[in-house]
């Protein structure tokens, strides 16, 4: 078969499954539903790798599924708003939708040569007004049910983009794109009101055990929730308390001042009569909104001159300072510090002089001599210098003081959460109107309905800094339903808000009278597998889940996760490489010579070959997919993307690598070509097997219950390799003698059909070639005989360097070669060479593997 033919191949393969809309998917309530989804992509214009790998993973779960009888989803659409064809808009002239739909045409074209088992027929694309009229309907419906807010908050402005940027758009102060130093305004905004499913989204993160444990801890983390207390501090000469909020209640005795937050209310009054107070709170917001930022800048106060009394000790006045590290929309944006066990506040102490009391004794410690030096201490141990709290373990301490608070009537328990509520609000063109108008009076009146959608004026004018929906002549000026003036709300949504939803959108893409047809999505949801990648761990997997909620609360749907299946996938390396210059140079364009040494194609300049490192523009060291695709097939991609590692983790690009899958794609049609002569009539009964016949059915059917498995644990590299060793069995078997027709024929139809998943164009045309009438696609996944399967196998320890790291499961006397095999592609094995060479591996046959590194 020549690389011609391949392609061929392919595109014969891909059309007869179009025109058959064998991928069209149905509500079909007499079978199992599955849904399988990747995150969409955004059409930046081509593919990449990851979203090769990406697209690969999902499509291997559909087509295994679906031959397993599943009613199968597999829908794909474009995350189709974002600054970025703002910026096309502002450097090349071309208006952001056109950019936007040129390059969805694009990308489409490049995806479909994947052969991928898509429902194109429920293509969305989200800055369509047939999407975003739904968005716009539900935020009304969320605006009635209470969970979406205007409010007047602090937000980072970029003073010469003319627009607010998120925390992680600020960088040293500066905004990212224009670099300049970042302001802190007050602006009206809207929210989403997450904080209401604060705890609902952590306790059920439990229930998600089909999700990679560390997304589950980093959206722990993001929730952030802590239990602490609410403390009163009298104020002398002032009638109202100070109230702080803390999670160390116990540390109380070790409190050695009180600081507040630059923009808290407290502050303000007293900077309206102390002008050096202002100027110091006016510094303090220059530093943006972040947390990260507040941490790394150098801790500075401000001495009020105001005195707050201890509850416990009457004795005792603190001093109360204005300190940039202290957050106002955190707790009650006050704080007492008690530097002995808080490192911040230690810092702190060290620069104003304030006293450094230890409250918390380690365990054998001696009380007498203990002190703090540079570091303070934050681990558990016993209360002294406490009073009442002595010898007190800490968990016993919070609770005895907060009780001691509580009856004082100076305090009390409360639980807070470090997750804010969601700020939707963008000061851009290309995302979906907010539909709500301002009365004169500035009212907020919901867009009435019928007047959805709210669609964005097409004749922008992008010359100008700001945001072009509020520098447009009229589209703002519009009236409200009883005649009255009226301007439009200018802002957009945040492009988070289109990706929150559009799985509940595919169940029922082109339905009119709402985003979702109940009976639909009550059908297909929820996913059962979501696959992408780990950077959308925390935003727009959280925002989904609370989305889901909220729908379900004004009534679309009947789910509240909407992601059963979580896998994410690692990324795509590539070597890097530079010149004499330093300058990156890209993999085409440098070679081996004949020494040995990486030089440049032309002119032989001297290369350094750099780290592997992820695949970017920056670094130049990016492959694009459709060169390897027009010059190897799809399915040669394919391969590559499954074999060489498990898919969470990092696969590194290597032209042997791809060579390798390719040479294997030709090694299976040549055993197909050679052989189906030889191997009777379809459907012929191999169960006479006996002798050498009976060990290949015993490897066949071993093969199929092995390569399930671990397709249903994501070991797909294992897969492949069990693939690869059965290949090996048939091409020994075939050498040694000439195995019964019927028993070959059932040896080379069940790889060719194990293989489909993975590779389905050549095992199509494999298919058709050993004389089969009806498509892969449709056929069934084989199933294993378990008793030829599961007789002999037995299980392997695996050791890497010494110690325990796995194990695997082989038939009794397995060849030394699939042991080793499947050793190394042993996901705990991999995990423990952590990238190092093999230096040795000694099968010890029916015992033990000896992997060293
Ligand atoms: C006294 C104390 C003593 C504290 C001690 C810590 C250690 P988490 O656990 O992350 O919720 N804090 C409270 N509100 C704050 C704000 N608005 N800005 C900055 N810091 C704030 O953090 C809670 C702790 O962070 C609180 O407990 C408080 O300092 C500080 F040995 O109170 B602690």
């Known amino acids: 078969m020549s690389r011609y033919s391949l392609r061929a191949a392919e595109q014969k393969w891909q059309q007869v499954w179009e025109d058959r809309r064998l991928f069209e998917a149905r509500v079909d309530k007499t079978k199992p539903k599955f849904f399988a989804m990747e995150m969409f992509p955004y059409p930046s214009g081509r593919i990449h790798m990851g979203h090769v790998r990406n697209y690969t993973l999902g499509d291997l779960v559909a087509r295994y599924k679906r031959a397993q009888g599943f009613n199968v989803l597999h829908p794909m659409g474009w995350d189709a708003f974002g600054l970025p064809a703002e910026g096309a808009a502002i450097k090349r002239g071309i208006h952001p939708a056109k950019w936007t739909y040129d390059n969805i045409a694009e990308m489409r074209a490049q995806l479909k040569t994947m052969g991928l088992s898509l429902d194109w027929s429920r293509e969305i694309a989200t800055c369509s007004p047939d999407y975003y009229k739904h968005e716009q309907a539900m935020f009304l419906d969320f605006l009635e049910a209470g969970l979406v807010y205007r409010k007047e908050s602090w937000v980072n402005w970029d003073p010469v983009d003319h627009t607010v940027l998120a925390n992680e758009q600020v960088i040293d102060g500066k905004g990212w794109r224009s670099g300049a130093p970042v302001e802190r305004r007050k602006l009206n905004q809207w929210f989403f009101k997450i904080t209401d499913y604060a705890q609902d989204l952590l306790d059920s993160l439990e229930k998600l055990d089909r999700w990679p444990d560390k997304v589950r801890l980093m959206q722990q983390n993001w929730i952030g929730r802590s239990e602490g207390a609410r403390v009163r501090f009298s104020i002398e000469g002032r009638d109202e308390p100070l109230v702080v909020y803390t999670t160390r209640p116990d540390t109380l005795f070790g409190a050695s001042f009180l600081a507040i937050a630059p923009d808290h209310p407290l502050t303000e009054e007293i900077a309206q ?87 918390v004794l380690p365990e054998g410690a001696d009380p007498a001599s203990f002190t703090i030096g540079d570091e303070a201490y934050t681990d558990d141990g016993r209360l002294f210098h406490s009073g009442f709290l002595d010898g007190l373990d800490v968990p016993t301490a919070k609770k005895t003081v907060i009780d001691r608070l509580e009856e004082m009537e100076v305090g009390e328990r409360q639980v807070q959460f470090r997750l804010r509520d969601w700020g939707l609000s963008r000061q851009r063109y290309w995302g979906c109107p907010i539909p709500v108008l301002y009365a004169e009076d500035g009212t907020v ?70 985003p979702c047809r109940k009976e639909e999505v009550d059908y297909w949801l929820p996913v059962d597998q979501y696959i992408g990648g780990v950077e959308h761990a925390v935003l727009h997997l959280l ?96 391969l590559f993307m499954l074999s060489d590692s498990p898919p969470d983790r990092d696969l590194e690009w290597t032209d042997g690598g791809i060579d390798g899958a390719w040479r294997y794609l030709n ?83 069940t790889l060719v059909r194990l293989l489909n998943p993975m590779i ?43 110690r325990r790291r796995g194990e ?34 000694v099968v010890v046959p029916d015992k033990i593997v000896n992997v060293v590194v």
């Open 273 to 359: 009569t102390n002008p050096s107070l202002k100027a110091f709170a006016e510094e303090c917001k220059l530093l943006g909104t972040s947390e990260e930022a507040l941490e790394k800048a150098e801790k500075k106060g401000f001495d009020t001159g105001l005195k707050a009394r201890h509850p416990f000790l009457p004795d005792v006045l603190l001093p109360v300072y204005v300190a940039n590290f202290v957050l106002m929309d955190y707790g009650t944006g006050a704080i007492f510090g008690c530097p002995a066990h808080d490192q911040r506040d230690l810092e702190f102490a060290r620069k104003y002089g304030r006293p450094v009391l230890p409250v």
């Open 445 to 514: 009146v919901p867009v009435p309905r019928d007047q959805l959608p709210v669609t964005l004026p097409e004749d922008v004018d992008f010359s100008r800094p700001g945001n072009p929906l509020d520098l447009h002549p009229t589209w703002k000026h519009t009236a409200l339903p009883d005649g009255r003036p009226a301007t439009r709300e200018t802002d957009t949504m945040d492009t988070f808000v289109e990706s929150s939803w559009y799985f509940a959108r595919y169940c029922s893409p082109h339905y009119d009278d709402g």
């Open 543 to 638: 925002y989904s889940r609370f989305y889901a909620r909220a729908m379900k609360k004004v009534g679309y749907l009947s789910v509240e996760e909407p992601f059963q299946g979580l896998f994410t996938q690692g990324m795509i390396n590539h070597q890097t490489f530079q010149d004499e210059n330093g300058a990156w140079l890209e993999p085409g364009k440098v070679r081996k010579n004949e020494a040995g040494d990486w030089v440049t194609v032309d002119g032989e300049r001297p290369v350094k070959a750099g780290r592997v490192e992820k695949m970017s523009k920056s670094k130049l060291n990016t492959i694009d997919p459709t060169d390897i695709i027009q010059a190897y097939g799809a399915d040669t991609a394919r």
């Open 667 to 749: 090694r299976l049609w040549r055993l197909v070509e050679e052989t189906r002569e030889r191997l009777g009539e379809a459907g012929a009964d191999p169960s006479a097997a006996a002798g050498a016949d009976l060990e290949l059915r015993r490897a066949v059917h071993a093969t199929i219950d092995g390569v399930t498995q671990s397709i249903e644990r994501f070991h797909f590299n294992k897969a492949v390799a069990l693939l690869r060793e059965l290949h090996n069995t048939i091409e020994s078997h075939i050498k040694r003698g000439d195995p019964a027709p019927a028993v070959l024929r059932e040896a080379i139809e």
């Open 760 to 802: 389905p164009h050549v095992t199509e045309e494999a298919w058709e070639a050993l004389g089969h009438a009806t498509l892969l696609a449709e056929t069934p996944w084989p199933a294993p005989d378990m008793s030829l399967a599961g007789s002999d196998e037995i299980t392997l320890p695996i050791q890497v360097n010494g």
């Open 808 to 841: 695997i499961r082989v038939a009794k006397g397995a060849d030394r070669a699939v042991v080793e095999a499947a050793a190394l592609a042993e996901p705990g094995t991999i995990r423990a060479m952590e990238g190092r060479p093999l230096k040795k591996i």
